[in-house]
């Protein structure tokens, strides 16, 4: 059980939580820390805010807490934060929480949060709000770089993930998880990002590219 | 051939080449690198010979030799007959002469073009001509190296990880000119020593450095846009996907000054913005900040903050 009482609204589809998910199953009816989960938390944000909570935590996917909140030179921030349980893709949501936070967030505002989720068990990752948190942005061009890499024959796909897996320590080569966690979703991730980042290194890779179109036939 | 994974001769065409039979190493450094790979080169059964014009150096490498032997049979990696077959095998000299009847030779000397390149120049004159050259290399081309050695035909890349007595991966490189005897050589060779090779194609970074550096990066501008501090981007990569380290863990290990050096040979070679050092990265090497080895780098090590904290 959680130390802190909290209610989860939901709108839409979770990639965060299902609806079995423990923390969704610990929550109350009613309490002044409200959760959004969902797709369209934009379309009840205000009416959560009516109800006067004391924090509100809003699931983000691709999308900025700003555009939710909106933004205000700077000012932007309160007991309203943005968060986001990271999975790649398809592939399993992991335990970790991108907790987003605005230039004027309160720190008890953000103390609170990081409570509320690290007594469910998470690890919580704090960053400002900006596109593709702190994964995503590290990621993404890795991803594509590796996908334009084998394309070149630097190695074979199986040795590229056997080099990064015994020299680097990572848990999975980059190859394998995208056959993992789906290269069409890795596509339409990078391609928004590239978009809102303006960065030549977040334009999805050819194999990605190639992904997206069949996925879409 | 020893076996091992199946993998493409690098000549497709062509007579099957002759096998060359390595029985003698020659590992010319005796630093950080050039000790762990003569370690994997005596356990692997192989005569070897290390050369620095270092004689502290060589003095050192004796002793960690007996020091990291003897800690093997602790940890039963090795048993005493092993450990003693090992050190019996494993050599040091400053002369470099004493390298001329090697069968393969493998530089891990100062990471320059220049200081490798001299060398292998004058390994080439003591040395065989079927004697095969091999570079421990992490940025600068194979190809390049081998011409500058003289002996292009016989020269291949073998990029061990550090510490290369541990780490099981190398990354085995072929030049433009690479024969396939020579090529198989060095992949035998690291097969019967118990290593991982991996072979990757003649590019700045080869496989590890070409991924691990740019995500580094990445990492510090992260902190220096003000996005995230280190332990927040640290355990996003830890937590989120899996790694042993953070990316700053990592670069505070390495040094910020060797992470100044790569990004420099990188960019380079590259011209690849996301291999060029980052404007903090320098900021930081200038305040001394170098990471473990200074005690202060992305954490502080005397109180295990983090920088900015």
Same mark, same amino acid.
């Given at each position: ?217 | ?18 096998? =060359? ?16 790979? =003569? ?178 990066? =990445? ?91």
């Amino acid at each position: 059980m959680t130390g802190r009482a909290y209610c989860v609204v939901s709108a839409g589809e979770s990639r965060s939580f299902s609806s079995n998910d423990p923390f969704v199953l610990q929550a109350t009816m009613s309490a002044s820390i409200v959760v959004i989960v969902g797709t369209a938390a934009s379309s009840i944000f205000r009416d959560v805010l009516s109800r006067r909570p004391k924090l509100v935590l809003v699931e983000l996917d691709q999308q900025l807490l700003g555009e939710i909140t909106g933004e205000c030179g700077g000012e932007e921030g309160g007991a309203i934060l943005g968060f986001s349980r990271f999975r790649l893709g398809s592939g399993a949501a992991s335990q970790l929480i991108e907790l987003v936070v605005q230039p004027r967030t309160l720190q008890n505002a953000r103390r609170d949060a990081i409570a509320l989720f690290e007594s469910a068990g998470f690890q919580v990752a704090t960053c400002l709000d900006r596109p593709g948190r702190i994964l995503d942005r590290l990621v993404r061009p890795y991803f594509n770089s590796a996908l334009e890499r084998l394309d070149d024959g630097l190695a074979s796909a199986e040795d590229i993930d056997r080099a990064v897996k015994l020299g680097l320590g990572f848990k999975r080569g980059p190859i394998e998880w995208l056959d993992e966690t789906g290269l069409a979703h890795h596509g339409a991730v990078s391609d928004a990002l590239s978009e809102l980042l303006g960065d030549p290194y977040y334009k999805p890779g050819r194999r990605a590219r190639v992904a997206m179109r069949k996925s879409s036939e | 051939m020893t076996g091992g994974k199946a993998r493409p001769s690098v000549h497709q065409t062509g007579a099957p080449a002759a096998e =060359a039979t390595v029985s003698k190493v020659g590992v010319v450094g005796a630093g950080t690198m050039g000790f762990g790979i =003569a370690i994997v080169a005596a356990r692997g059964d192989y005569q070897t010979v290390v050369y620095d014009t270092d004689g502290g150096r060589i003095e050192r490498l004796k002793q960690d030799a007996v020091t990291f032997i003897e800690k093997s049979i602790k940890l039963q990696k090795l048993t005493s007959a092993e450990a003693a077959r090992c050190l019996d095998r494993l050599s040091a000299t400053s002369e470099l002469g004493m390298l001329s009847d090697c069968d393969l030779v493998i530089e891990a000397v100062f990471e320059s073009f220049d200081v490798k390149s001299n060398v292998l120049t004058q390994l080439n004159k003591i040395c065989r001509p079927d004697a095969i050259f091999a570079s421990n290399t992490s940025t600068l081309s194979i190809t390049q190296l081998a011409a500058a050695s003289g002996r292009a035909a016989n020269f291949v890349g073998l990029h061990f990880c550090l510490p290369a007595q541990i780490m099981k991966l190398v990354e085995v490189t072929p030049g433009m000119q690479t024969s396939t005897v020579a090529f198989d050589a060095a992949w035998a060779f690291c097969i019967k020593s118990g290593q991982i090779p991996i072979r990757t194609k003649d590019t700045p970074g080869f496989i590890l450095n070409y991924f691990v550096i740019p995500f580094n990066n =990445a990492a510090i501008r992260l902190v220096e846009q003000g996005v995230a501090e280190p332990p927040d981007i640290d355990t996003a990569v830890k937590t989120g996907l899996g790694h042993a380290l953070g990316p700053l863990e990592l670069v505070d290990m390495v040094g910020l000054d060797t992470q100044v050096l790569l990004c420099e040979a990188f960019y380079q070679a590259t011209l690849d913005a996301r291999m060029a050092a980052p404007h903090l990265l320098r900021q930081m090497v200038a305040a001394n900040r170098l990471g473990r080895k200074s005690g202060r780098g992305f954490y502080d090590y005397a109180s295990s903050r983090a920088f900015g904290a």
